[in-house]
């Protein structure tokens, strides 16, 4: 009846407005290093990422290992606060086989092909330095975390309103939004290796990129970015 359909309407704006609030306050909260919940989710992420590394210290260069800048993860969440570990975690614990997988990708040194006139330059030991560039690396959690921004930015913007009533036709929650991080983290992978970036240098233009090929896929008013 048009009574219902008017009901899920309204259930759908009221979520939706309820979503940003919920993802806002996470997004100010900053990560905070005497919360025991919060060490406790970033541990987690550890755990989930590297199941069979132990993590030798809290404050570790190991952490560079999934992906983040330096010694203590803390600093890396400043821009999205609490939202980026939230994200990232949900991704490792729900998605974890791929998020490994991709993790392991985004690791990866870029074979080159060498060209002829390339070789004739330089000596055999230095190709072989040469030869794995280190290109398609990028640094996952960062990586996240700047998904993270973007799906925010989709989200605050409105442009996934349609996304989020052809999946959530109840009312978004915000594992609604994590769902779609997931779905952005596959195809910005994908978009990665599809672009052939010379070097990470590249990553903001590849970024602009990606975000304009999603508002355009989020425009067809059947679209769900992931079911």
Known sequence: TVGNIFQACLLQIVGYRNLIAQVEKLRREPYDSEDPQHEEMLLKLWKCLKPNTPLEARISKQWCEIGFQGDDPKTDFRGMGLLGLYNLLY???????????????????KYREV????????????????????????????????????????LVSGALKTHFYN???????????????????HEFHKFWIEEDPLDIMEFNRVREKFHKRIIKQLQNPDMALCP
């Open 91 to 109: 991704f490792a614990e729900c998605d974890g086989a791929a998020a490994q997988q991709i993790l392991s990708d985004s690791l990866q040194p």
């Open 115 to 154: 060209t002829k006139e390339e070789l004739s330059k330089i000596s055999k030991a230095e190709w072989e330095k040469k030869k794995f560039d280190k290109a398609i690396g990028y640094s996952f959690a960062i990586v996240g975390i700047d998904i993270t921004d973007l799906a925010y930015n989709l």
């Open 167 to 185: 999946v959530a036709p109840e009312a978004p929650t915000l594992s609604h939004f994590q769902q779609t991080f997931c779905y952005l983290m």
